[in-house]
């Protein structure tokens, strides 16, 4: 996923996709790679949410970015962020 993908933005709210993520330890030298990689679009979102007013994180840390079998959990993972970040809102 590109970094400019990394993060969603409308106005001053976003959604940070990068949020949380554990690194698995590398088995060779190409997970070395790709850990540093995603260590690196990790770190993107951070200069774009600075300003918000809202911040959507989900928990995405058991999902890698290679692996697109599990749409629908990636959706719930989102659902489920936007509805903990409203009720605290509303509490």
């Known amino acids: 996923m590109p970094p400019e993908k990394a993060f969603c933005t409308t106005e ?32 993107m979102p951070r200069l774009h949410t600075s300003g918000a007013d809202l911040i959507i994180a989900p928990g995405l840390s058991s999902y890698s970015r290679r692996d697109t079998s599990r749409p629908h959990g990636l959706i719930k993972e989102g659902e489920k962020a936007a509805q903990q970040l409203l009720m605290k809102l509303q509490s």
Do not use: H
């Open 12 to 43: 001053k709210n976003r959604i940070d996709l990068s949020a949380g993520r554990q690194y698995l330890r590398p088995q060779d030298i190409i997970d070395v790679f790709a850990n540093a990689i995603d260590i690196a679009i990790d770190n």
